[in-house]
């Protein structure tokens, strides 16, 4: 799926801005034939979550319907374009109508899905209609509502304290979260491309593999355009494989993020038919022992799991937010983050690529569960998201690792979550083997992925939620801990989460849980320990920011405080005490 583009033979239109919306509490909708339009409609921003606009709308989950009209796109010819409709992110699960034709359905947040609507457009009028669901149920990804179901399994649920009743410890935020765009298209034209980079001394070469929709006998041009790099290939198949040698490359890392302009244009006889373009960075990413190596040199990963959260627009897509929160991170010292707990946005990705930072790609299949119902299900979803997300995110250079889950509960199904994620890996490493492979735990030892990832990432709050307040006994603790796996699986650790609650403004001395100090502490001590543990590659602190979560007894506001800087970026003093930690030369690179 090629990311929208406007050129000579291409057309984007954002159809970002106030939608008509209604929620469908009793689902009725479907029998009202809202459909082919509704009235009663209530004006929402789209993008942005319907949680933080509505009073009446914070904690309703359900369906949901949004409507919108256009006019087609200037310059489009029916018999030499296609037009689509692409959504960013729905979350959890849209069905799509255009002109009272049905489109198509999608489940699942957070990643993008689009339709062909050639045949359906009008010059004018055209009525988009989006019915959105957000319930949370034990056969979808992120699963929910699990309470009865744990009972009869003798698990506790995690959401039995938390409302909205999720499996995961963040707010379900429901809505079109992210742009919908109109593209125009060549109707024989480029549908993707796979970009592979590799070094050899100090050249690189670049494999791009160029997939078509066209008939007949075709040529690509493929260059990078800031070199003296031309090819070009015959394309007789759907798809080719052009490479690109680039004597002295310059080489992408986070302190040299250098980016080449790669243009591909399609041709047939003498005329162009389609080109498109996208940025390229040449590096190689590969575990070795116990390191990981960027273009063959080890790196440590310094940074952060954050959400995609902020007042207001809850999870909706924010520019201004993600250039702040870059900002933020790079003012730390910060050279990597995780995309906890689901994909991020496009536009973060971008920027990941242009600013140097290194990135933990991440699924949405977090907080899953191994009792049969709605196993199987679950289990599809996975292998969908798996898909679409290396589909979405593998030309880019910042992506070096693939994580496919986030904390699964897998105490009492060790052999049902080993059966579950064999095929799961087996699954990614067929759609990508550059890039080494992760899932992330907090049972740590007992953790039956572990068996199938490169590298293991950890999750870990000695000091907070065992041995809480007490820091001399956690860190001896998480540190025999992390001796032990090692031992065991014999395999590189990254340090995924790890932090404690601060309320802002709240001070104490001796520090105690939940002051500003408390957090500080513990974030150092962690740090320093890490330095400690060669085996120990990255440490990624959590939070970012404070973020919204459901209600519960241990959620002081509904919000989850272990960010080291306030929901709304204003920073604590874990934020100044880690910036001189991560800044410091003497620290491990």
Request: net charge negative; proline share 6%.
């Amino acid at each position: 799926m090629l990311y929208p583009q406007s050129n000579r033979f291409r057309q984007q239109v954002d159809l970002s801005g106030v939608w008509d919306f209604r929620f469908d509490p009793q689902n009725e909708g479907d029998q009202a034939s809202w459909q082919s339009g509704f009235t009663g409609a209530r004006p929402a921003a789209v993008p942005a979550s319907w949680n933080e606009q509505f009073e009446d709308g914070r904690d309703y989950l359900g369906v949901a319907w949004y409507q919108t009209e256009f006019t087609i796109p200037w310059g489009w010819a029916a018999d030499k374009h296609s037009i689509s409709v692409r959504f960013e992110s729905v979350n959890y699960s849209a069905e799509v109508w255009l002109n009272g034709v049905q489109l198509g359905a999608h489940e699942g947040g957070h990643l993008p899905f689009e339709f062909d609507i050639t045949k359906h457009i009008r010059p004018a009028n055209n009525r988009l209609v989006v019915r959105v669901d957000g319930e949370l149920t034990p056969d979808r990804v992120p699963p929910g509502n699990l309470a009865s179901l744990m009972q009869q399994e003798k698990q506790i649920a995690f959401e039995e304290t938390n409302f909205p009743a999720g499996s995961f410890d963040f707010f379900p935020f429901c809505g079109i979260q992210r742009p919908v765009t109109l593209i125009v298209a060549p109707r024989e034209g480029i549908s993707d491309l796979t970009v592979l980079t590799d070094i050899a001394d100090r050249d690189g070469r670049v494999r791009v593999q160029i997939k078509h929709n066209g008939a007949g006998e075709m040529t690509a041009r493929v260059a990078l355009k800031n070199t003296d790099s031309l090819a070009e290939a015959v394309i007789n198949d759907e798809t080719k494989e052009v490479l690109l040698e680039v004597p002295d490359a310059h080489f992408w890392s986070p302190a040299s993020p250098y980016l080449y302009d790669l243009h591909i244009e399609l041709v047939q006889g003498t005329s162009v038919l389609d080109e498109y373009s996208l940025q390229v960075g040449i590096r190689t990413i590969r575990v070795q022992g116990d390191q990981l190596l960027l273009n063959g040199e080890p790196v440590y990963l310094r940074g952060f799991g954050r959400h995609e959260d902020f007042p207001v627009i809850g999870r909706g897509y924010a520019p201004a937010v993600i250039v702040k929160d870059y900002a933020l991170m790079q003012w730390m010292g910060a050279n990597s983050f995780r995309t906890t707990h689901y994909p991020y946005s496009e536009t973060m990705m971008q920027l990941a690529d242009r600013l140097g930072f290194l990135v933990i790609d991440e699924t949405p299949a977090v907080g899953l569960f191994f009792a049969n119902e709605g196993l199987e299900q679950r289990l599809e979803l996975c292998k969908q998201y798996t898909k679409e997300l290396i589909a979405r995110d593998k030309n880019h250079p910042s992506v070096i690792m693939w994580s496919l889950a986030n904390e699964p509960h897998s105490q009492q199904y060790q052999a049902e979550s080993s059966a579950f994620f064999s095929p799961l890996f087996d699954l990614a490493r067929s759609l990508d083997s550059s890039r080494p492979l992760t899932m992330t735990s907090y049972i740590g030892l007992q953790e039956p992925a572990y068996e199938f990832a490169d590298v293991l990432s950890l999750n870990r709050y000695a000091g907070w939620y065992s041995q809480p307040g007490q820091l001399d006994e956690a860190i001896p603790v998480l540190s025999a801990e992390l001796d032990a796996l090692h031992q065991k699986f014999n395999k590189p650790i990254i340090v995924t989460e790890f932090g404690a609650d601060a309320l802002a403004g709240h001070h104490a001395q001796p520090p105690e849980m939940f002051s500003e100090e408390y957090q500080a502490d513990m974030l150092e001590q962690y740090i320093q320990l890490f330095r400690t543990k060669a085996f120990v590659i990255g440490e990624h602190i959590w939070n970012l920011c404070d973020f919204k979560t459901g209600q519960s007894v241990r959620r002081v506001g509904g919000l989850n405080l272990k960010g080291i800087f306030t929901r709304d970026r204003r920073p604590k003093l874990a934020a100044h005490r880690v910036r001189a930690l991560w800044t410091n030369p003497t620290t491990k690179d």
